[in-house]
């Protein structure tokens, strides 16, 4: 059976990420409905060699029969309209972090905890882009040699902070002030995503925190996390450490990550080969390498996880959520 599926923020860097992943997977839709805000209605979006026409999203627009909805755009957003679209029998994936920790609501990367799906009430929550990546490496281990703290520490592209995010830098190697970070991106590190909480953390922080252990079922789990924005434009790179209750072999570890689904294996430093963010770009898989044993602890590992946030850590995860919704309504 085809499906009826609208993509709401269309326009911007991960909506149009959206199109190009439903082309390229081939997904089965019947009508297709691309959605904004009022500042692009009318332009026409291409998607599978035919032109579509930007609707204003409206408190109407889900009057009609909409089966799936693939939502990017924003936290407010989402917190409006993806309750309508769900009341109207849609169901939506949302991008935004509006829902991801709402107990009601299933928060899904497919590689890992596919069969929370089950429980949605028309709502799934796409993971935050840094925490994708990183459960993908995480989830194998863990059942493996069972986790018993993690500590994060990214170097995340501006891609993730929107079209504004990529201007940032571009602008910003001509000399330009930057209009949406707080400091110059070009030439910076800004260990600053998101906003601060009271503890310190910044949201990006707690978000990886919380969501690891959503995920991965664990609410105890100790996760501790420094996220940085570096001057690259595309594909998020992690250093994940990583110790566990159960002691492991190495080899055995990197085979249990090889045969783990979604994961390629870049790990021959001899040859200088690791994961890097220009080789990530474009591809759906988490690249791991630089795996090595924590020789300060009894059982730890240290990897360096690299992704395309656009793909694997927002546009794609979505389209691979909607791929098992649609498997489950034809079977
Ligand atoms: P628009 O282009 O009309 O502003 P990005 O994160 O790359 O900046 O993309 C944000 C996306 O969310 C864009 O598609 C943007 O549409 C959309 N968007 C922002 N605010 C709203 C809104 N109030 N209603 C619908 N779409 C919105």
Redesign the pocket.
């Known amino acids: 059976k085809k499906i009826n599926l609208a993509v ?8 149009r990420t959206f199109l190009k992943v439903l082309e390229e997977r081939q997904l089965p839709i019947e009508n297709f409905y691309v ?7 009318g332009k026409t979006i291409t998607f599978s060699g035919k032109d579509y026409i ?1 609707e ?2 409206t408190e109407n627009s889900f009057d009609k029969p909409i089966d799936i909805a693939l939502f ?3 936290g ?2 989402s917190e409006k ?1 993806a309750p309508i679209a769900a009341a109207h029998g849609c169901i939506v994936i949302d991008n935004s972090s509006q829902w991801r920790m709402d107990p009601q609501v299933p928060l899904v990367v497919p590689e890992v905890n596919s069969e929370d799906i089950a429980w949605h009430k028309n709502i799934i929550a796409n993971p935050n882009c840094s925490t994708i990546q990183a459960v993908v490496a995480l989830k194998p281990l863990n059942e493996k040699y069972k986790i018993k703290r993690v500590v994060y520490s990214t170097y995340q592209a501006v891609s993730g902070a ?3 995010g990529w201007m940032d830098l571009e602008n910003g190697l001509k000399g330009e002030e930057p209009k949406k970070f707080p400091h110059p991106i070009a030439n910076n590190c800004l260990p600053h995503i998101d906003v601060f909480l009271d503890n310190g953390y910044t949201k990006e922080e707690m978000k990886m925190v919380n969501e690891t252990r959503k995920m991965l079922h664990n609410e105890n789990l100790k996760v501790t996390a420094t996220t940085v924005r570096v001057p690259v434009f595309n594909s998020h790179s992690e250093s994940i450490n990583v110790e566990f209750e159960n002691p492991f072999e190495l080899d055995e570890l990197i085979e249990t990550l090889k045969n783990a689904p979604g994961i390629v294996i870049m790990n021959n430093s001899k040859d200088n080969e690791y994961p890097l963010a220009v080789d990530a770009t474009g591809h759906d898989e988490v690249f791991i390498g630089r795996i090595r044993r924590d020789e300060s602890v009894e059982n730890g590992v240290n990897l360096w996880v690299v992704a395309d946030n656009i793909r694997k850590g927002a546009a794609s995860n979505a389209v691979q959520i909607a791929e098992e919704i649609i498997r489950n309504m034809n079977a």
């Open positions: 709401v923020g269309a326009t911007g860097m991960v909506g959605m904004a805000s009022s500042r692009s209605a930007v204003e999203l990017s755009a924003g407010s957003t309209f929107g079209l504004a």
